[in-house]
């Protein structure tokens, strides 16, 4: 085994990069939500640093890159580069990496930003390994410091009791994944106009060791979509019998959401462990997280107390999860379930009644 | 063909018992109790299993202070053949960036001592939680890094081939790749096992050596430590704690019917854009005024 230490020298430094960019993360032509949201973020760092808002989209010519680039440019972004090569049919780190760290040698980013997805994260920490530069993980607020001008990434810490700021001060790019859902997705602009370059990808697909044999979309896996879900519906030991799981899972259903659980339900073999939120599960940071039975320790808030919008139903009026409850409902879960899952169901607009106004109750 | 294995680790403060002083916002960590970083030992499962299948050799690997030898003896208690602990100031205030480069150069002196087939990694720890080293050192050891492994399908000792099947994101693949290469297991895709009373007993008496800078060639070193990390906290401050008021919504002796309208109701004053979205409607143009509780 070799080692690859290119050395302080082979950094970039901070005179010599200008601009902000964004990579589009997509999978078989799908690009992840996220994407917007960063070129939203960018777009304002951008216009402090009065530079150019640079979107990367990388992939296969069958990823249909060109509508993923207009896109890019209509939620903010004033030029598109566009890295295609069918070695980045599939998302492999080495491919990926030596793409997008090729292109910000020869362009020279001040500041790069992705995706805290699995990707992104996986991506980022190979680029910035082969770029010699800092990056910071995860971060749910970006700013540029008024008098050094770098990028200031501020991101949780200590199981999210504590939030840091974290800086890259003399090397470039500086790079920041972004947790999705926690800054806003920009309103597209169809009229924006911006330019789209395609960059040349120097990759041979025999210098790429691994080989992807087979890509699922949908994995069977339990709970799997967890993680980047917008809502969340968890049972913990309130729910009092296993059979219950099923009132919690009906309202994640209609909601559009995905069923969690706490350890006491994995523990008792109620629910797998790819359900499990917390500590020793998934960490969750969604726009609504409906907690029901659950008292709310800390291995369990730890996953969770960062969602958007807490509502949490506990017979207990006691139980720590309503000091962190944005609503918080002293009642039995299993008789309130049902009846949330109804009042959603029946707070749907009725195309027939349409130009009537709203109901929700 | 015996397999060589490396298993980094990390030792962490068990964070489900951390809390933070109510005046200075600080981290209380007395009393602490340190852990193996819990995503670490689905990597060492995974190691384990590997060496029962082809034989050979789990190697654990950590970096930190001389107490994360303490974190290294679990590792034996759970099966590990031998540990190492990596430990020197010169390291201290490593980022990410150095601390894979690190890792890197005591993975480098492992293979030299004995060929090193697999590196495994968890996917993150939970103090950090920044998933960056296993893709760094794999950069640094010039490997392709497979990471969120759920299963390794297959490997080959003769040919070198190992397929693993991998989750990234809303996808999951299936990798063919070669021998030596790094591997991340995602989380919850095994119980580390019980030691043997052999392997408990042997991890209490086992020499766990050290290696210094200059045992891996980093003695006096710019790349490592806080020189050799681009990245600097500026500044650690709490959250602000009055972000989120909790409401108590009062349905006392309400039927659920009701109580569920009542948090409908809150909703569609509060958070009348995520209501639009639960239901599937667009935001009401009258803004967010009390829609009452006719069910």
């Known amino acids: ?361 | 063909m015996a397999m060589h294995s490396v298993v980094c680790i990390k030792q962490v403060p068990d964070s489900s018992q951390i809390s933070i002083h109510p005046e200075t916002n600080t981290i209380m960590r007395q009393g602490v109790p340190s852990i193996v970083n819990p995503y670490d030992l689905h990597a060492l499962e995974a190691a384990l299993t590997l060496r029962d299948r082809h034989a050979g050799q789990v190697t654990v690997l950590t970096m930190g202070p001389r107490s994360a030898t303490a974190a290294l003896r679990r590792c034996l208690a759970h099966g590990a053949d031998q540990a190492r602990l990596i430990t020197d100031r010169a390291f201290a205030g490593s980022d990410t960036l150095a601390t894979a480069l690190v890792l890197a150069h005591a993975v480098a002196m492992l293979h030299r001592e004995q060929p090193v087939d697999v590196v495994f990694c968890g996917r993150q720890t939970i103090d950090g939680d920044t998933g960056q080293v296993g893709p760094g050192l794999a950069g640094r050891l010039g490997l392709d890094p497979l990471s969120y492994v759920v299963e390794i399908d297959s490997l080959d000792p003769a040919s070198r081939r190992i397929v693993v099947r991998r989750r990234l994101g809303s996808a999951s693949q299936t990798i063919e790749s070669r021998l030596p290469c790094l591997i991340s297991m995602l989380e919850g895709t095994n119980q580390v096992r019980f030691g043997s009373l052999d392997d408990v007993l042997r991890a209490e008496r086992a020499e766990v050596p050290r290696w210094s800078a200059a045992d891996i060639g980093l003695d006096g070193s710019e790349v490592v430590g806080l020189k050799g990390s681009p990245t600097r906290v500026r500044r650690v401050f709490a959250p602000d704690p009055v972000e989120r008021p909790t409401q108590r919504l009062e349905t006392a002796e309400r039927e659920p019917a009701d109580a569920a309208a009542i948090l409908l109701d809150a909703l569609a004053r509060g958070h009348p854009e995520l209501l639009a979205e639960l239901v599937g409607a667009e935001v009401a143009r009258t803004g967010a005024g009390r829609t009452g509780l006719s069910c």
């Open chain 1, 1 to 361: 085994m070799l080692i690859r230490n290119r050395g302080p020298a082979r950094h970039c430094a901070a005179a010599q990069a200008s601009g902000v960019w964004v990579l589009v993360e997509q999978q078989h032509g799908e690009p992840h939500d996220v994407s917007w949201e960063l070129l939203g973020e960018g777009r304002r760092l951008a216009d402090t640093l009065a530079t150019p808002l640079t979107a990367v989209v990388a992939g296969a010519a069958e990823h249909g890159l060109e509508a993923a680039a207009g896109r890019a440019v209509a939620y903010g972004a004033d030029l598109v580069r566009i890295l295609e090569d069918g070695v980045l049919r599939h998302y492999r780190t080495a491919a990926y990496a030596s793409a997008l760290a090729g292109a910000a040698r020869a362009h020279r980013p001040a500041v790069l930003l992705l995706g805290a997805t699995p990707l992104g994260r996986d991506l980022a920490g190979a680029v910035a390994t082969d770029l010699e530069t800092g990056l910071t993980a995860d971060c749910t607020q970006l700013a540029i410091d008024p008098e050094s001008g770098c990028l200031a990434s501020t991101r949780p810490t200590f199981g999210g009791s504590l939030l840091c700021t974290i800086e890259t001060r003399a090397r470039r790019p500086q790079m920041a994944t972004v947790r999705p859902g926690v800054m806003p997705r920009p309103e597209p602009d169809a009229s924006r106009q911006g330019s789209v370059i395609r960059e040349r990808v120097d990759l041979a697909e025999h210098a790429i060791v691994s080989k992807v044999l087979a890509h699922l979309p949908e994995p069977r896996e339990d709970g799997a979509r967890l993680v980047d879900a917008r809502i969340v519906v968890s049972g913990g030991r309130g729910l009092g019998r296993r059979e219950n799981l099923a009132l919690v899972r009906g309202l994640a259903q209609v909601l559009g959401g995905e069923m969690g659980v706490s350890r006491p339900l994995v523990q008792a073999g109620w629910a797998a462990h790819g359900r499990q939120i917390g500590q020793t599960g998934h960490t969750v940071r969604p726009s609504l997280y409906i907690a029901a039975g659950i008292s709310g320790a800390v291995q369990h808030r730890v996953g969770m107390e960062n969602a958007e919008i807490i509502v949490a139903i506990n017979t207990d009026p006691d139980a720590p999860i309503f000091d962190i409850a944005t609503y918080g409902i002293v009642a039995d879960a299993t008789s309130l379930l049902p009846a949330l899952s109804d009042a959603f169901s029946r707070a749907r607009p009725d195309p027939a009644r349409a130009g009537e106004g709203r109901r929700y109750g």
